[in-house]
């Protein structure tokens, strides 16, 4: 090392050390000249380089060793001024280095003299790091050796800190904190107060990621568990079959064994008359005075151990050259494994015979010679049968998966391919670029103010934020749209944070406000993908009298059911609360338990919980015995229901539940909406009250009701929500009345798993799975098996789904040379006796084409919805309709009437074109106005014509049908859409 390298070397150290301590060019240039003397020597030191090598290592450690004292001293130096200065103005604490930095060791100082701690014999600190937020610690101090009374410790900085927050304490309860404001030091990083909530969040996706991926492991060891046990019950099981399989076996076979022989004299005899498995044998047949006698063949059809492996011998007979008879003959292999040999003879190979020798229907049969031991047969029996029930298992086993497998790939794609029609849904009015919203990124929103209440205005706002209007830096200010490219629109810009899980948005006029475009009060919202915070789930409590599949009278049990699984699927809390009928089909509740009771309305309740399909449900029985009356509806059902509602809010109130929302249905469950303003709104204050209207006709005065206390209001479908809206009971509060259209369960009604029809099929092999259901429900039904046009009718039959409609297409069907079929009942007996003189009249004249079957069965329908081209449902008013949905999701094509949710869902192929492409679908069914025969007559005859005349148009129809999407996924959206603008 030469001199300057020395000096440089030495000089940068002092620099460095000082530069740290936080002291100025003067502190350090004092350090400096006291030690001058000190570097001179060390300069003298450099110059032996003619010393001997043996002496280089010293050396080194020597500079090395008087380095390190020499920045101990400095050191010892800065503390000391830093302290004296410190005495002098006061101040209890200071820091080395003066100035903090990130990533760094610190030592941290309090003159325990001058604080509350002076006469304390311990001292330790207390933090964190960043206002308090993050990395708690506690440190314990030390008296130190600098002048005075001064105790300190080592703190590290970590490189996520922006601020230390410190108090110091005698580990009970006296605090020097300055002055109840505590102390804190600013500190030099990249991390500021932005970048810390963003760096919180990422920790808090990080932890929730932790958990969930610590979640999936338990849950993915506990399936796995799952798995091994179910295995082993399966062999087990497998085994226990092949013991039971093989004891009847062997009890069969031992009794056959005493009837088999070697030959059957002037009947049959074999060569050699003493033959094993393995070997082949001829077997001689005498035709003489025997069924066969004139047969100009003869063959035998033969089988083994009372015929245990069916059908596995097939020869033909030849004439043998024997004189004491008319002998045939056949060279036979013996099965493997054959301890008897059965068989009989006929006039021709299988399939072909008609005259058979049966030995009088006890077969043929001889013995086998065995090669081995009798148990160790059946040993080896048992085992052989084991392996092929655990074959058999498997492969069955295998094609379920496979069957789930494509199942839910099909439901993924169906639910992607929604949600990017539910993000274009308001194209016409509001899309953004690119479609998908991703966080991080710059998105353009596109607004046409044409089709809105903007429409000419001479300016318009963009008014933006995030997460429902609740992220921490608030709505962003207002921007002024300008002209986009493509004319039609204005656009506006805005970069997506990176913790949005939600964009949301509304117009308007000024920059101060004015008149708003807020989508009727819903706001503009859509949804933010791969952001670092995921939004909190809704607790969603259903209260209903009705739920599919326990206790089903109409749709809206299919409803409560399906839109609270579609709901629970979107990551949200759903519970659904309901009365313990006596008549509930407990075989479809899951876990029964008692859970609680408790006392109100002068009676004891007890609450039980259970899984239905999947959904938390809890059960509410009052002891007065209100639900032991043996039916659902038809007992006093206002005072009943109105006293189920008031116990599931006080049972919600009880029990500490804080829902966000209350979604009643219906007149039944209607005085939830007024029991809880009037009562629990305060008890149970961060609820919202959703009323659902499935059908005006019945119990007005509660709906009415319910209608003026509820937060949000719907219907089942958006033309429905029209055709009522001037009804008293709800005009006064169309602001808060939105149609959204029901869906139906694409695992109840899936043609892909249904075990009500013969085969199985999807979107590509529509053709061939109708087909093979058209022709099971002809043969059910003793209908003609012919390929006819096929007209299914699935309903109630009543005055609302145009019974004299119905009447005139059946006739009109069959006056097209159609085949028809109806299920349904009426509830009034004097319809029902219509139909019953109607289906006789029909049996008797048309017994090959048509057939009424008035009752109620469920494996029927599915059978129906599968097997018929069309489903006719010419409803005079239609609130939503299932059976129209339904029937395409099977392939067949509805007849709808235009009303209600039947106009909503049925886009007619001749006439609703443009209406169709503006929801994003195709034409998929024929419709009609008004309510006469010629109506109807205009929609059935084109639908029979376009079937006769072109088949291959109409089977990519019902391809087409299939492919669209009626599940929940989309209403689902509409109603957390729904929910969350009540809680705005």
Known sequence: MDEQNADTEHHVTITERASSFGYTEEVEMEVMSEHDGDIAQEEELHKVDEHPMELESDVDDSILSRKADMDAQ?????????AEENFKRGNKVFIFPTSIKSDQIIELYLNRSLSTLVNEPEVLLSGAFNGWRWNFFTEKLHKSDLNGDWWSCQLYVPK?????????????????NNNSEDYFLPV???????????????????????????????????????????????????RAQAKIDVGRKREILQRQMKLATTSLENVWHIVPNVFTDGKTVRLFYNRSSRPLAHATEIWIHGGHNCWSDGLSIVERLLPAEKKDGDWWYADVVIPDRALVL????????????????????QDFHATVSKCMSEELFWVEEEERIFRKLQQERRLKEESVRKKAEKTAQMKAQTKESTMKKFLLSQKHIVYTEPLEVRAGSTVAVLYNPSNTVLSGK?????????????????????QKMVNAENGSHLKATVMIPADAYMMDFVFSEREDGGIYDNRNGMDYHIPVSGGILKEPPLHIVHIAVEMA???????????????????????????IIFPKYDCLNLSNVKDLQFRQSFAWGGTEIKVWFGKVEGLSVYFIEPQNGMFWVGCIYGRNDGDRFGFFCRAALEFLLQSGSHPDILHCHDWSSAPVAWLFKEHYRHGLSNARVIFTIHNLEFGIHHIGRAMTYADKASTVSHTYSKEVSGNPAIAPHLYKFHGILNGIDPDIWDPYNDKFIPVSYTAENVVEGKKAAKEALQQRLGLRKSDYPLVGIITRLTVQKGIHLIKHAIWQTLERNGQVVLLGSAPDPRIQNEFVNLANQLHSSHADRARLCLTYDEPLSHLIYAGADFILVPSLFEPCGLTQIIAMRYGS??????????????????????????????????????????????ALNRAISAWF????????????????????????????????????
């Open 74 to 82: 400095a050191r010892k130096k800065i503390l000391e001024d830093l």
């Open 342 to 361: 059965d068989w009989v003879f006929a006039d021709g190979p299988p399939q072909r015979a008609i005259v058979y020798d049966n030995n009088s229907l």
């Open 949 to 984: 005349d072109g088949r291959e148009w109409f089977n990519s129809l019902c391809k087409r049908v299939m492919e669209q999407d009626w599940s929940w996924n989309r209403p689902a959206l509409d109603y957390i859409e729904l929910y969350h603008s009540s809680r705005k």
């Open 160 to 176: 996520e800190a922006y601020r230390i927050d410190f108090v110091f304490f005698n580990g009970g309860d006296i605090y020097e």
């Open 188 to 238: 030099e990083s990249r991390m500021n107060e932005e970048a810390f909530e963003y760096f919180l969040l990422e920790e808090k996706q990080r932890e929730l990621e932790r958990i969930a991926t610590e979640q999936a492991e338990r849950e993915r060891q506990a399936e796995e568990q799952r798995r091994k046990e179910e295995e082993k019950a399966a062999i087990d099981a497998d």
């Open 893 to 938: 094509i509805p007849v709808v009437r235009k009303t209600g949710g039947l106009y909503d869902t049925v886009f007619d192929v001749d006439n609703d074109k443009e209406r169709a492409q503006a929801q994003g679908l195709e034409p998929n069914g024929f419709s009609f106005d008004g309510a006469d025969s010629s109506g109807v007559d205009y």
């Open 549 to 575: 599949p326990i206790a089903k009278v109409g749709g809206l049990g299919d409803v409560v059911t399906s839109l609270s699984r579609a709901v629970q699927d979107l990551g949200h809390t759903v519970d």
């Open 458 to 478: 001479p300016e318009v706002w963009f008014r933006c934020s995030f997460n429902r209007w609740t992220h921490r830096n608030g709505p962003l200010p207002p």
